[in-house]
């Protein structure tokens, strides 16, 4: 292995452990670590790789870890992304992360001066939405056969395939990731200027291809990345929504109409805390997850004599979540093709600027993730 690319995985959780068993497949040399040395541990010897016990906190650790690899993908929570970025930065490692804070994103993106310098590559938005779904409204957009782009529509859920509960949903990620894109602004494009609207609105019932599932879609927060940024004054329409089972979405409306989306301390029978904080812990307790899962992604896009549309319909495969596979494995396979010099890329960027739509989509059929046209 002394000649193999070196990669770091930082966090233990279900999109990490997926992101070292795939880097582990392309013959890198990979250690994973956590501030948890248990779950580090667990999953190192399951997969027969190295770990490491790392709290993200500890930048003397960080750096020393980082010191030694070629690549870090980050799986811990988005609030360190752009701190985490600059240590790969002065450690000359490539680093890749799944993003979805709009403003850690454009933070990190502020980089690109100084990761050019370095000669390394810093991408964050690699996951599922923002991600994936991204690349694959890029490649439809250069498909197109004139600049002028009339709409462009991505719609993207993680679903339990057997729905439980008032919420019909199962914790699949931090609860923090989950909230964050139910609170924050949402960038869209309008009349071809980029504008924000509201979370938890602009809801649209539908069903979802020849699947029988019955689905509401509404805006959420992070999902269109840098696209707005990029493509304003030559798409008239841009939005992303996320898919849900009908009525979870008014049920968290009413969660933050009631206050609990606050992050300020407030205090309650003489106790100082943040509602948040509150929520997200519930959430944490309550809400089940684990069972088998579904990942959604449709995207569409029209101009003048152009319509076209993808979707993805991916499952959990008996290792994986089909949210830990859509998730983690974008993120490998844009890592691979960066060492491997089939992307060509230094600087900071999103994934949708980077990777290349039909290649990465190749990339991802080798693991059984298709986007079919509709």
């Given at each position: 292995?002394s000649?193999a690319?070196r990669?770091?995985v930082?966090g233990?959780g279900i999109?990490?452990?997926?992101a070292?068993?795939?880097?582990?497949r392309?013959?890198?040399d990979?250690?994973?670590?956590?501030a948890?040395?248990t779950?580090?541990?667990?999953?190192?010897e399951e997969l027969?790789?190295?770990?490491?016990?790392i709290?993200?906190?500890n930048?003397?650790a960080?750096?020393?870890?980082?010191?030694?690899a070629?690549t870090?993908i980050s799986?811990?929570?988005?609030?360190f992304?752009?701190?985490?970025?600059?240590?790969?930065i002065?450690?000359g490692?490539?680093?890749?992360d799944f993003?979805?804070?709009?403003?850690?994103v454009?933070?990190?993106?502020r980089?690109d001066?100084?990761?050019?310098t370095?000669?390394v590559?810093?991408?964050?938005?690699?996951?599922l939405?923002?991600?994936?779904?991204?690349v694959?409204?890029?490649?439809?957009?250069r498909?197109?056969?004139t600049d002028?782009i009339?709409s462009?529509?991505?719609r993207?859920?993680?679903?339990?395939q057997?729905?439980k509960g008032t919420?019909?949903y199962?914790?699949?990620?931090?609860?923090?990731g989950?909230?964050?894109e139910?609170?924050?602004?949402?960038?869209?494009i309008?009349?071809g200027?980029?504008?924000?609207?509201?979370?938890l609105?602009?809801f649209?019932?539908?069903?979802?291809a020849?699947?029988?599932?019955?689905?509401e879609?509404?805006?959420t927060?992070g999902?269109?990345?840098t696209?707005c940024q990029d493509?304003?004054g030559?798409?008239?329409?841009l939005?992303?929504?996320?898919?849900?089972?009908?009525g979870?979405?008014?049920?968290?409306?009413?969660m933050?109409?009631?206050?609990?989306f606050?992050e300020n301390?407030?205090?309650f029978?003489?106790?100082?805390i943040?509602p948040?904080?509150v929520?997200?812990?519930l959430?944490t307790?309550h809400?089940p997850?684990?069972?088998?899962?579904?990942?959604?992604?449709?995207?569409?896009v029209?101009?003048?004599?152009?319509a076209a549309?993808?979707?993805?319909?991916?499952?959990?495969?008996?290792?994986?979540?089909?949210?830990?596979?859509?998730?983690?494995?974008?993120?490998?396979?844009l890592c691979?093709?960066?060492v491997r010099g089939?992307?060509?890329?230094?600087?900071?960027?999103?994934?949708h600027?980077?990777?290349?739509p039909?290649?990465?989509?190749d990339e991802?059929n080798?693991?059984?993730?298709?986007?079919?046209?509709?």
């Amino acid at each position: 292995m002394s000649n193999a690319t070196r990669s770091l995985v930082l966090g233990s959780g279900i999109v990490g452990r997926a992101a070292a068993w795939d880097l582990d497949r392309r013959n890198h040399d990979v250690t994973i670590a956590d501030a948890d040395a248990t779950a580090a541990q667990r999953v190192g010897e399951e997969l027969g790789i190295r770990w490491q016990q790392i709290n993200v906190t500890n930048a003397a650790a960080v750096d020393l870890a980082m010191s030694s690899a070629d690549t870090v993908i980050s799986a811990v929570p988005y609030l360190f992304g752009e701190t985490l970025a600059t240590n790969a930065i002065r450690n000359g490692c490539h680093y890749f992360d799944f993003g979805g804070n709009p403003t850690i994103v454009k933070q990190q993106l502020r980089l690109d001066g100084d990761a050019r310098t370095a000669g390394v590559a810093i991408v964050p938005d690699c996951g599922l939405a923002p991600g994936l779904a991204n690349v694959m409204a890029a490649g439809l957009i250069r498909k197109a056969p004139t600049d002028r782009i009339e709409s462009v529509q991505i719609r993207v859920g993680v679903l339990p395939q057997e729905p439980k509960g008032t919420l019909r949903y199962q914790l699949a990620f931090y609860a923090g990731g989950l909230v964050n894109e139910y609170a924050e602004p949402c960038e869209i494009i309008h009349d071809g200027e980029v504008a924000t609207v509201d979370p938890l609105t602009r809801f649209e019932e539908l069903d979802w291809a020849d699947t029988g599932l019955h689905l509401e879609a509404f805006s959420t927060a992070g999902g269109t990345s840098t696209m707005c940024q990029d493509y304003a004054g030559r798409i008239d329409e841009l939005e992303y929504k996320t898919l849900r089972y009908p009525g979870h979405g008014e049920i968290f409306a009413a969660m933050r109409d009631l206050g609990l989306f606050e992050e300020n301390p407030q205090t309650f029978a003489g106790v100082e805390i943040a509602p948040r904080t509150v929520l997200l812990d519930l959430l944490t307790e309550h809400l089940p997850s684990g069972a088998p899962d579904v990942t959604l992604v449709g995207v569409s896009v029209t101009a003048e004599g152009y319509a076209a549309e993808v979707h993805i319909e991916d499952v959990d495969d008996g290792r994986f979540s089909s949210l830990a596979r859509t998730t983690a494995f974008p993120a490998t396979a844009l890592c691979d093709l960066v060492v491997r010099g089939s992307v060509d890329f230094r600087g900071a960027a999103a994934m949708h600027a980077v990777a290349p739509p039909d290649l990465l989509l190749d990339e991802l059929n080798q693991v059984g993730i298709e986007a079919q046209p509709r």
